[in-house]
C-alpha cells in the first residue's frame, strides 16, 4: 500500500515542476535547518551507490539539497555553503529533472528553467543517469574569474566544483538519499544541449534519488 503522504508529495513535486514549463522560474521552499543527522554520523554514512528509485523527489527534499550544495547561508554577504576561490562563484549548478533542466539561482532560492525537455539521459553515460529522478550538473563559469591563468582555472573550478559535491554527498547522507558523483560525461554533446556558451565548461554531474 501507497504512504498517503508520500503519495501527495510525489503528487506535489510532479506539479510544482511541471508549472514551471509556463512560469520558467519556480521558487523552492526555505530549506530545513533542523533534522537529519548529525555531522559525524552523516561523515560515517557517506557512499556512492548506483541503485536509484525513479520516484521524484519532494519539492522540500529538491530544496534541501541545492541549498546544502550551493546555497547562501550568510545572507548579508551572499557568501554560500561550499567554498570558493577568490568568492569568485563561479560554478552554476544546474538540474537535469524529467520536467526539463533547470539551473538553481542561489540569491532567489529558485530553479530558472534553462531547456524544456528531458536531458537525463545527456547527462552521464551510465544507464542509470537516465532513469535516476535528478541529476546534477556542474558548470563552471570562466568569465567570472578575472585574470586567473589557465592553471588556476583548471584547479579551482576542480576544487571548487568538489566541495559542492560532497555537500550534496553530505545532505544525502544525512538524509537518506542515494548519490554518486560522475565525470564520465560526454561534455561536448551535453554543452550543446544545455546552449552553454564557450567560457561555460562542464566539470562534474551528481546523480541523486531514493535508494533503488
Known amino acids: ?43 560515517k554514512a557517506r557512499q556512492s551507490l548506483r541503485a536509484f528509485s525513479p520516484k521524484p523527489l519532494s519539492p522540500q527534499a529538491l530544496a534541501n539539497l541545492l541549498w546544502a550544495t550551493a546555497g547562501i547561508n550568510r545572507p548579508g554577504s551572499g557568501k554560500r555553503t561550499a567554498p570558493s576561490a577568490h568568492n569568485w562563484q563561479e560554478i552554476d549548478v544546474y538540474a537535469a529533472l524529467e520536467t526539463g533542466t533547470y539551473r538553481y539561482d542561489a540569491k532567489a532560492h529558485a530553479l530558472t528553467l534553462t531547456v524544456a525537455r ?66 564520465w560525461v560526454d561534455r561536448q554533446r551535453l554543452a550543446e544541449a544545455l546552449g552553454l556558451k564557450p567560457d561555460q565548461r562542464i566539470i562534474l554531474a551528481q546523480t541523486v534519488g531514493y535508494p533503488g
Open 1 to 43: 500500500m501507497v504512504d498517503r503522504r508520500q503519495f501527495l508529495s510525489v503528487l506535489l513535486a510532479s506539479a510544482v515542476l511541471s508549472e514551471a514549463r509556463a512560469d520558467s522560474i519556480i521558487p523552492l521552499p526555505a530549506p530545513q535547518l533542523d533534522g537529519g543527522l548529525p555531522l559525524m554520523q552523516a561523515l
Open 118 to 183: 528531458d536531458l537525463r539521459r545527456e547527462t552521464g553515460q551510465q544507464d542509470f543517469a537516465a532513469t535516476a529522478p535528478l541529476n546534477l550538473v556542474y558548470v563552471a563559469d570562466l568569465s567570472r574569474m578575472g585574470t586567473a591563468s589557465g592553471d588556476q582555472r583548471d584547479f579551482y573550478t576542480a576544487a571548487d566544483a568538489g566541495f559542492m559535491a560532497q555537500n550534496a554527498y553530505l545532505y544525502c547522507a544525512s538524509a537518506g538519499l542515494a548519490t554518486v558523483v560522475r565525470a
